[in-house]
C-alpha cells in the first residue's frame, strides 16, 4: 500500500516537471561574436572575413608597430635587416622587447618576401603596406591565389592613429584601437605640463637623410605631438611653399642649397638624429647663419623618429620632453 501511494507520488512529480519543462525557456546558446562576417575595404580591393582573425602575420615591419599598440593576435612579422633602428633579427627596436615578450615569430628576414613562410603560418589575416621598403603588394595576385586573406594598408602620409582605426576596423579591435589613441594622448598630456618650450617657433629638420634634406610641414604627426607638447611649429615658408620644385608630404623636400631659407623655426630638431649629426649641422657653412645655429639650439629626435608610432611617438615624447624639462 505503501509503495503504491511512494510510486503515484513519484509519477504525479514526473508529470509536474514535464509540464513545467514545456514553459521554461530554452537554454542559452553560446555567446557569439556579432559584427561578423564583414566586408573590408582595403588600398587594394575588399575582402570578406567570415570570422575575426584569430592568426594574424605582417609583412610590414612598419605596421607590425600599430598592430602590437592595439593587441591584435599577430604572431609572426617580416624582418628588416639589422641596423641602428634594430634589434638584432631586424625587428625596430621601439617595438622589439614588446614583440618578444608576447611572443611573435619571425616571418622571414632582411624583407626577402617568402610565400611558402607565409603558407606555413596558415594566417586567417595577412597585412601588407602598398608602398615602401617592406611592401608585398607585388605579391598580392600570387597571395590571393593561394586563398590568402590579405588586407594591403597604406602608410605614407598618415599618422599612426588613423592607421590604427583602420586595422581595428579589419580585425575587430576597434576598441583596443581608441584605447591605444587615448593612452597616448593622455601619455602627451600628462607630459606637457613638466615642459618649458623655448621662445619662439621650432622647425623639425631631415638633414641630409640618405642625400636629401627636407622640413616638416605643421600638419605632420612629428608636428602633431611638438604642439600637444605646447610648441609653436613653423612649417616651410610661403616662398619655398610656392616654388614649383618643391615636392611636398609630411616634409617638404628643398635643395641642400635652399635650405637655411626654408628653416624658419628658432629651435631645430633633427629627425633621426643623434648628437653626431647635430654637429654636423652646426659645422654645416651653409647653415651658418641660422639663428638656431648661432644660438645651439639643434637637438636630435634620435633614430626611431624616423617614422612615428605608438611605441615610437612615445619615445620622441621622452626625448623632447627631456630637453626642455621644467627645473
Do not use: C
Amino acid at each position: 500500500m505503501r509503495d503504491n501511494r511512494t510510486d503515484a507520488l513519484r509519477r504525479a512529480l514526473l508529470a509536474v516537471t514535464a509540464a513545467l519543462a514545456l514553459h521554461l525557456p530554452a537554454p542559452a546558446a553560446p555567446a557569439q561574436e556579432t559584427g561578423w562576417p564583414r566586408t573590408i575595404k582595403h588600398a587594394a580591393g575588399e575582402i570578406t572575413l567570415a570570422a575575426k582573425p584569430a592568426r594574424i602575420v605582417s609583412t610590414s615591419p612598419s605596421l607590425t608597430g600599430i598592430l602590437l599598440a592595439i593587441d591584435v593576435p599577430i604572431v609572426a612579422t617580416a624582418a628588416t635587416t639589422p641596423s641602428g633602428l634594430t634589434d638584432g633579427k631586424g625587428y625596430f627596436s621601439q617595438w622589439a622587447e614588446v614583440a618578444d615578450a608576447r611572443g611573435v615569430a619571425v616571418l622571414y628576414s632582411n624583407l626577402n618576401f617568402d610565400i611558402e613562410s607565409v603558407i606555413g603560418w596558415n594566417p586567417d589575416l595577412l597585412i601588407v603596406s602598398a608602398g615602401g621598403a617592406d611592401t608585398a603588394l607585388q605579391h598580392y595576385p600570387e597571395l590571393r591565389a593561394q586563398g590568402i586573406p590579405t588586407i594591403v594598408v597604406n602608410y605614407f602620409n598618415r599618422p599612426w592613429q588613423e592607421i590604427a582605426t583602420e586595422i581595428g576596423r579589419a580585425t575587430g579591435h576597434e576598441a583596443e584601437a581608441a584605447a591605444a589613441i587615448r593612452r597616448f594622448d593622455d601619455y602627451a598630456a600628462g607630459v606637457a605640463p613638466s615642459i618649458t618650450p623655448p621662445a619662439g617657433p621650432v622647425t623639425i629638420v631631415g638633414y641630409n637623410l640618405a642625400g636629401t634634406y627636407s622640413v616638416s610641414r605643421t600638419t605632420s604627426p612629428h608636428a602633431q605631438i611638438l604642439k600637444a607638447l605646447g610648441f609653436e611649429v613653423a612649417g616651410l615658408p610661403e616662398h619655398i611653399r610656392a616654388d614649383p620644385a618643391y615636392r611636398g608630404s609630411d616634409f617638404g623636400f628643398v635643395s641642400r642649397e635652399t635650405l637655411s631659407s626654408a628653416i624658419a623655426g628658432e629651435t631645430v630638431f633633427l629627425l633621426n638624429g643623434t648628437e653626431k649629426d647635430v654637429e654636423t649641422f652646426l659645422a654645416d657653412p651653409v647653415l651658418a647663419n641660422l639663428p638656431a645655429v648661432r644660438n645651439r639650439r639643434v637637438y636630435p629626435l634620435g633614430p626611431t623618429s624616423f617614422r612615428v608610432d605608438y611605441y615610437s611617438g612615445r619615445q620622441l615624447i621622452d626625448t623632447v620632453a627631456g630637453y626642455f624639462r621644467k627645473s
